[in-house]
C-alpha cells in the first residue's frame, strides 16, 4: 500500500475498521491498551466535574475513561472525522454508562469547532501520528484548553535504539499485519509502520508543544520506548 497522505484517505480508512477496530486493538495491544489509555487520562489531570474533550476518539474507548474520571456532574467530548467510529462510540457508550453526560460530534482536529479557553483537559489517543499537519493540530488544542491545564497525547513512536526498531518492524509484520489479514482489513492496516517513521519522536514532540505555545511539555516513554505520551501544560 503506498503511504497515506491525504485527510480523505485516512478517513475512509478508520471509517472502513470501524466495526472491527476494537478488537483489532484488543489483540495487537496484548491487551493492554486500555491500561494505556488509562494512564493518558491520568496525566491529562481531569478531575470530577470538570469538562473534558477526547480528540480523535474513534470507538470510543479513551473518551468513556475520561468520562468516568470526571464523573456524572462532568462534560465530556468526544470529537471524530470518521462517521461509523462515532456510531460505535454512542452505542458502546449506550451499553455501558449511559448516565454519563457525552457529546459525540464529528469534526476536524485541524479546526476544532470549540470556543477558546473552554476545556480543563485533553486527550488524543493515537491520533496526532494521523493528522495532516501535527503544527495547526498542537495548536488548536492549545486554543481550546483553559490557561493551566493540560494535554496528553498517546501514541506509538519509533525507538530511537536501532535493536527496537528492528523489533518493532518485525512486530509490525508479523503480528499487525497477519491479525488484520484475518479481520480482511491487510491493506487498511499495512498504513501504520510508515505512519509510525513519520510521526516525529519524544523531544520533537516536546519542541512542537512548546512553538504551539505550550509552557512545559515532557514525553514519557514506555513499552521498551515504542509508546509514549506527551503530556503539555498550558
Request: aromatic share 10%.
Amino acid at each position: 500500500m503506498s503511504s497515506v497522505d491525504t485527510a480523505t484517505e485516512i478517513q475512509q480508512i478508520f471509517n472502513r475498521i470501524a466495526p472491527k477496530y476494537d478488537d483489532l486493538n484488543q489483540w495487537i495491544s496484548l491487551g493492554q491498551h486500555q491500561i494505556w489509555k488509562k494512564m493518558a487520562v491520568k496525566w491529562s489531570g481531569v478531575q470530577a466535574g470538570d469538562t473534558a474533550l477526547d480528540i480523535c476518539c474513534g470507538s470510543g474507548d479513551l473518551t468513556l475513561i475520561l468520562a468516568q474520571t470526571v464523573g456524572v456532574m462532568g462534560k465530556t467530548t468526544g470529537i471524530d472525522f470518521a462517521a461509523q467510529q462515532l456510531a460505535i462510540a454512542a452505542a458502546k457508550q449506550a451499553r455501558q454508562c449511559p448516565e454519563f453526560d457525552i457529546t459525540w460530534q464529528e469534526g476536524d482536529a485541524l479546526d476544532l469547532p470549540f470556543d477558546d479557553h473552554h476545556f480543563d483537559g485533553v486527550t488524543i489517543g493515537y491520533g496526532l501520528r494521523n493528522v495532516t499537519n501535527i503544527p495547526l493540530a498542537l495548536a488548536e488544542v492549545y486554543r481550546v484548553l483553559k490557561p493551566g491545564k493540560k494535554v496528553a497525547i498517546l501514541d506509538f513512536h519509533r525507538p530511537a535504539d536501532k535493536t527496537k526498531q528492528a523489533f518493532q518492524q518485525w512486530y509490525m509484520q508479523t503480528v499487525v499485519v497477519p491479525l488484520a489479514e484475518r479481520f480482511k482489513l491487510t491493506a487498511e492496516y499495512e498504513y501504520i509502520q510508515p505512519s509510525i517513521e513519520r510521526f516525529p519522536p519524544g523531544k520533537v514532540q516536546e519542541k512542537l508543544a512548546y512553538e504551539a505555545g505550550f509552557s512545559e511539555a515532557i514525553h514519557y516513554p514506555f513499552a521498551g520506548d515504542m509508546m509514549g505520551v506527551l503530556v503539555a501544560t498550558k
